[in-house]
């Protein structure tokens, strides 16, 4: 099959196009979420993400640490502790990637 034919195939299977500052919530990061984020999909981090921590915490917010993951054009922020009621991080249906 040729790369093109296969690329329409794909996009015609799947109704998600684009996934852009998708939050995905922890209690903390471990070497698991490492080597999921880093080491299996190939994201990288944003180094913004320090400063913004910072500055939420100084408003306020109860996070204790915030990453932003970039892979290509698409970033996950990834809000380390919040939030507190954990039924907030459940999602109304399932993720796949």
């Known amino acids: 099959m040729h790369s093109s034919d296969m690329a329409s195939d ?14 995905v ?21 944003d180094p913004r993400a320090i400063q913004r921590s910072e500055a939420m915490r100084e408003a306020g917010a109860t996070l204790r640490g915030l990453l ?11 809000p380390l502790g919040e939030p507190k009621d954990a039924l907030q991080t459940l999602s109304n249906g399932v993720v796949g990637l």
């Open 10 to 23: 794909l996009a015609a299977a799947s109704p998600i196009l684009l996934l852009d500052h998708v939050n």
């Open 25 to 45: 919530n922890a209690p903390t990061w471990t070497p698991e979420l490492d080597s999921f984020w880093f080491g299996a999909l190939g994201c990288v981090s």
């Open 68 to 78: 932003w993951l970039n892979i290509g054009l698409q970033q996950f922020h990834v």
